[in-house]
């Protein structure tokens, strides 16, 4: 038996072909590869020299964060990989003469969606932290 949200997501589905299943897929690994450049900025800003030694709780500050970039590069390594493997039975999919892709596929993609989202969304916090913070001491540095 289908249960709502299962209906739901069909419903969704139904909106949308393998193709743009397909298109969208390439598209999160489009953003994830364009974070790394963005990873690697904040990771060279946070072992800069650029904050002020003496401002308190610094070296915590600095551990912390330090150590949310580096889940937030293995999340985005493991969705990359999770996304290599989706998009091959996708082009499974498309290859095939299946008419359309089963539930257990359009909650897989559902759910990579999610994962997918909550990275992206967990960078975006944390560079908006470390850019807010090194604002504040670059502002500061700059007043006579």
Not at 31 to 46: G, M, P, Q
């Amino acid at each position: 038996m289908v249960t709502k949200m299962e209906t739901e997501k069909l419903n969704w589905t139904g909106q949308k072909n393998e193709d743009d299943l397909y298109k969208e897929t390439e598209q999160w690994k489009s953003s994830l590869k364009f974070a790394d450049n963005a990873i690697l900025f904040v990771e060279r800003l946070l072992n800069s020299y650029v904050f002020e030694p003496d401002t308190p709780d610094l070296f915590e500050w600095l551990q912390n964060h330090k150590i949310r970039l580096h889940r937030v590069r293995a999340a985005k390594k493991e969705i990359q990989e999770e996304i290599s493997q989706h998009k091959n039975m996708l082009a499974g999919i498309l290859e095939s003469a299946a008419d359309s892709c089963d539930i257990s596929f359009l909650r897989r993609h559902a759910v990579l969606k999610q994962k997918v989202n909550a990275c992206t969304k967990d960078f975006k916090d944390l560079k908006a932290d470390v850019f807010n913070y090194a604002g504040a001491i670059l502002r500061k540095k700059r007043k006579p």
